[in-house]
């Protein structure tokens, strides 16, 4: 169910303590259903390893490109991290084609 004070706004992510903020929702979202995770057959640098996969403390793959949708909206995101060297990443809603 779809919390009502929950917007998936465009979100710059900074640093590792931002990231993980983000993570925790994220996952809360895809646990209780607000979120669905996946892979679109397009997404060449995606991370295969699955966000219910990864613990609350890590350790983070290199870099994170993963993919979700809203189910309430059928809106669809991306979010792109660069964690090896710690330049952050973004939140994002896309297209699909």
Known sequence: MRNPNTTW?????????????????????????????YCPKEAEFATNTKILDIS??????????WYFTDLSEDRHYMLSVEMYHGTGGIWKAIDLC
């Open 9 to 37: 706004a465009d979100t710059d992510i900074k640093s590792l303590a931002e990231f993980k903020t983000f993570f925790l929702r994220l996952k809360e979202a895809v646990i209780s259903g607000e979120l669905s995770h």
């Open 56 to 65: 609350n403390e890590g350790p983070w793959p290199d870099y994170i490109e």
